[in-house]
C-alpha cells in the first residue's frame, strides 16, 4: 500500500474516531500534506497543569505554520508527570468526545509520547480539544509538538 493509501486511511479513521460521519471522513481524505519543522505548539508547563476529566481547548490554526486553511494535523503528543494512571485525548475542538485515547500512561512516568494526525475543529480560534481522563482526579502536563498539516 503506498504511503498516500495509508495517511488517507489514517485520516479517515481518525476523523470517525473523532465523531465525524463516513461522509466527512471521506472527503478529508483527498487532503495533502505539508510537512513542518516540529514545533512546539501547545505546553502546559510549568504551571497550567490539565486537571483530569477537564477538556481544554487549544489553538492550532495560525500557530508554528499552521495555515487557518487546515483540515488536520500531525503532531507528537506527549505527558509529562501525571499523577493518577490515564489516559490522554485528542479531537477537533466543537466535536464529541472519541472513544479511543491518543495515550495511555501510569502514573509518576516522567514522559511518555505518541504520534497522532487529529482533524481540527471550525472554530477560528480554538480548534484542537483534549482531555485526561482517569478514575479519579490527578493532574499532567500537555505537551503538543506540530510536524505537519493537511488541507
Known amino acids: 500500500m503506498s504511503k498516500v493509501r495509508i495517511v488517507r486511511a489514517l485520516l479517515v479513521a481518525s476523523a470517525v474516531a473523532a465523531g465525524l460521519s463516513a461522509t466527512q471522513a471521506q472527503a478529508q481524505a483527498g487532503l495533502q500534506y505539508y510537512a513542518l519543522t516540529p514545533c512546539r505548539a501547545y505546553d502546559s508547563r510549568p504551571s497550567n497543569a490539565l486537571p483530569a476529566a477537564t477538556q481544554r481547548n487549544v ?3 495560525g500557530v508554528c505554520g499552521v495555515p487557518s486553511t487546515a483540515k488536520a494535523v ?22 464529541t468526545f472519541p472513544v479511543v485515547s491518543t495515550l495511555n500512561f501510569l502514573a509518576n512516568e516522567p514522559a511518555i509520547a505518541n504520534g497522532a ?3 481540527l475543529g471550525a472554530s477560528a480560534t480554538q480548534d484542537l480539544a483534549l482531555a485526561y481522563g482517569t478514575v479519579g482526579g490527578g493532574t499532567t502536563h500537555a505537551i503538543l509538538d506540530v510536524t505537519g498539516y493537511f488541507q
Open 59 to 61: 489553538t492550532i490554526k
Open 74 to 95: 500531525s503532531l507528537n503528543a506527549t505527558i509529562a508527570t501525571p499523577t493518577v494512571d490515564g489516559f490522554f485525548s485528542l479531537w477537533p475542538a466543537g466535536g
Open 117 to 119: 494526525i487529529v482533524p
